[in-house]
């Protein structure tokens, strides 16, 4: 299955190009969670139908009979690409070989936004399989005018309209006198279950092959005729200031050009190691940090002394007279947290003929090509943001900056593509960084062991600084004049930021839920997988285990008995019995963990079990199982699922138990993987089994981050279970080590 297509192929079929929406409709969501993008203009359509109702938006039919299916949506590794042409496949009755899948191009795709949130298959995939039921029923009632029946007598098979009568009509053939530039139709059905030969089946992932054996897979593998390459001047780290020897720069061998605007400057030349070589004698030089820079304070009680913004988002009172005998109060926190992007990031530009498009790895073109048309000075239609694959990500990392810097040197270079890619060093030094946060909860049991009351409080910076104008981006700060960034703001419930996830699914008869965001940024900070869930759900699930032990409860019977939704019960149930939970037998230095959520409250069911070691004289750990199960709503393709929740569990692993970014008060301290440290095969779990609770014919449920805030509580839970010592700081593996 392809999924490349240029403009001229796109317009040499039925689809003629829709219409992007007025730029004053595309403003986004703060650069935050969810679709952003135009206003909803059809609100009885699903997902993101409802903002492009048009069906020729999703779905072009060519004249051999291929689809082309369009999605604003980006792959990001998670497999989206497969499911969304498992879809379209299977609505549109094709084989999935003959659909072309075009992802995320401000020049061909519709406008939706941000992929985050894990919403890809709740907007993007909905609105798909949705406009591809359309389009079948738009063919066989074409058929059935052309052949002077009733469109109820005939059916669909293999691309083509039938009437069991021997009379067939190819869709290509009927799409050539069909225009699909008409608004979808809200009372279409989708095809039955019983009819559908791909959704729900485990089909091999589109994207893999070619990142398998090598080939082109990537934007950092582009390669363009002419094309330059380009290494920006920076100093270590975000706050931080180099001022390089412009001159010394020039005569350097490999040097072909020196594009300098304000404080911003980079070195161009035809080959890429010499430049990364002078990159690394110049990055020797002096650097200052920026005057405007805010101290930080000790972390993470620094959050606790820093102004906020407090906020209650929730507060109950359904028993106030309730009486409770025994209250209990912990603290939990993590550190700053990188990405951890196995590749660089890097971009590529060429401005021509007064336009300029960009191969990127970012998660919105639509706010990027936005914020570079401010940056470069030309309308926003004059700039073309294509998405192209990134080795690594899931967040707000160098991306969108990237982008910025290798616009600006297009723009002074016309007519020559431009390749930047960021040195593994000023990845390190300047992506933004998941935020530190700290979490107070408390709780009140009552005679029977129930909790009768509920408080948690949470502090955090912003969890988005996505770029939505120039000033967002790093290079947008250093010409002259400089653009101001946007100010941080957090992202409002029911999505959350900060806050996400601190509102318990449990019912609890009284609880009060506030938010404290904290407005200063004393370091670079913005989206990593997840936002604030991680934190709030290892708190809240800690809290679980440490509130079941006070009440002489097993951890799962506790949690059941404060649960009244069928759906979490269901895969508390399967995960626990999976694993074994009633029959595990803990040995000294071996313990089990149990954690639950439904990540944002609104997304996926997912509960977690860990069976760990501690080996005491070395201060590390062994997870010998991970058994989860997932409930994600309706099953596209099973194991993109598990795909996608056993990553998470080894991500949250690493966050969890190893990962912390260094700052010595004036620039981070973590430039490489010897400071940073990361899971290493050695740590990952020895066996990982992950149950998908299918539900067919309900929306489906985003599952990209639903494992990584049980993940982390579980792994605690189990390490209290397995050494009697409860561990409430990230990461947990220095804990481990200061008391080896």
């Known amino acids: 299955m392809s999924s490349e297509a240029s403009r001229r192929d796109v317009l040499g079929g039925l689809l003629v190009a829709f219409s992007l929406a007025p730029a004053a409709a595309l403003a986004q969501t703060g650069g935050g969670e969810g679709s952003g993008g135009p206003p909803t203009v059809a609100p009885g359509l699903p997902g993101t139908l409802a903002k492009f109702p048009d069906l020729d938006a999703w779905i072009r039919i060519a004249p051999d009979g291929r689809v082309t299916v369009f999605t604003g949506k980006v792959e990001l590794g998670t497999g989206v690409k497969t499911a969304m042409a498992q879809l379209a496949a299977d609505e549109l009755d094709v084989t999935i070989e003959r659909i072309d899948l075009i992802t995320a191009d401000t020049g061909l795709t519709p406008n939706e936004g941000v992929t985050a949130g894990s919403q890809t298959l709740e907007q993007s995939g909905t609105a798909i399989a949705n406009a591809a039921a359309n389009v079948r029923l738009l063919l066989a009632e074409a058929a059935a005018a052309r052949w002077g029946v009733a469109a109820t007598t005939l059916f669909t098979r293999d691309g083509a309209v039938l ?21 979808a139709r809200v009372d279409v059905p989708r095809k039955r279950r019983e009819a559908r030969r791909l959704i729900g089946k485990p089909v091999p992932r589109v994207d893999l092959p070619a990142k398998l054996t090598g080939l082109p897979s990537y934007v950092h593998d582009m390669r363009l005729p002419g094309m330059v390459h380009a290494r920006v001047m920076r100093g270590p780290s975000s706050g931080t200031q180099q001022t390089p020897d412009l001159a010394a720069l020039r005569r350097q061998a490999g040097v072909a050009r020196v594009v300098h605007l304000g404080r911003f400057a980079a070195i161009v030349g035809p080959r890429e190691w010499p430049l990364e070589q002078v990159l690394r004698v110049a990055n020797r ?35 106030p007279g309730a009486r409770g005998v025994q209250r209990l109060s912990a603290r939990y ?20 003929e007064d336009r300029l498009t960009v191969w990127t790895h970012s998660q919105g073109v639509e706010p990027l090509r936005r914020a570079i048309a401010e940056l470069i000075a030309i ?26 810097d290798a616009a600006l040197i297009a723009r002074a270079m016309p007519g020559v593509p431009v390749r ?61 004049p400089p653009f101001k960034p946007t100010p941080p703001k957090p992202i409002p419930q029911p999505n959350g930021g900060g806050d996400r996830n601190a509102i318990p699914l449990y019912r609890f008869p009284n609880q009060t839920i506030v938010s404290h965001f904290l407005p200063d940024m004393p370091v670079r900070v913005s989206a990593l997988r997840g936002l604030g869930a991680h934190l709030n759900i290892f708190a809240l699930e800690s809290f679980m285990d440490e509130l079941a032990a006070a009440a002489g409860r097993d951890p799962v019977a506790f949690r059941l008995a404060h649960l009244d939704d069928p759906r979490a019960t269901a895969v508390i149930r399967q995960a626990a019995a999976r694993f074994g939970w009633a029959r595990y037998r803990s040995a000294p230095n071996r313990g089990r963990g149990f954690a639950f959520a439904r990540y ?61 970014a260094g700052h010595d008060g004036a620039r981070r301290t973590d430039y490489d993987w010897s400071t940073y440290p990361i899971l290493r095969f050695a740590d990952a779990p020895l066996s990982v089994t992950v149950e998908v609770v299918d539900r067919p014919g309900t929306p489906f449920l985003g599952t990209g981050e639903c494992a990584q805030g049980p993940t982390a509580a579980a792994l605690a839970n189990a390490l209290a279970s397995a050494t009697g010592e409860r561990l409430r700081s990230m990461p947990l593996i220095s804990r481990l080590l200061s008391q080896a």
């Open 333 to 352: 926190d993590r550190p700053y947290l990188m990405h951890g992007a196995i590749g660089p990031s890097c971009a590529v530009a060429l401005f021509a």
């Open 163 to 183: 009437d069991g009568q021997g009379r067939r009509a190819t869709y290509a053939a009927l799409a050539a006198s069909t225009s699909l530039a008409v608004r």
């Open 285 to 319: 030089g002096r650097w200052v940090r920026d005057a405007a820079a805010p101290a930080l304070p000790p972390m993470p009680a620094g959050l606790l002394t820093m102004r906020r913004e407090s906020q209650v988002i929730e507060n109950r009172r359904d028993d």
């Open 379 to 404: 309308p926003a239609d004059r700039v073309r943001c294509v998405h192209r694959e990134g080795a690594g990500c899931y967040g707000h990392n160098g991306a969108d900056d990237v982008a910025g």
């Open 420 to 480: 930047l890619q960021w040195s593994r060093e000023q990845e390190h030094g300047w992506e933004p960084l998941g935020p530190a946060m700290v979490a107070q909860v408390d709780a009140t049991l009552d005679a029977s062991g129930r909790i009768v009351d509920w408080r948690h409080q949470v502090w955090s910076n912003t969890h988005s600084t996505r770029p939505v104008a120039a000033g967002d981006l790093l290079a947008g700060t250093e010409v002259v």
């Open 600 to 660: 944002k409250n609104h997304g996926a069911y997912c509960a977690i079990a860990l069976d760990v070691e501690r080996i005491p004289d070395e201060g590390r750990l062994i997870v010998h199982r991970a058994v989860a199960a997932v409930d994600s709503g309706e099953t596209v393709n099973p194991d993109g699922i598990r795909n996608q929740v056993e990553g998470g569990i080894v991500q949250s692993l690493s966050w969890t138990a190893f990962e912390a």
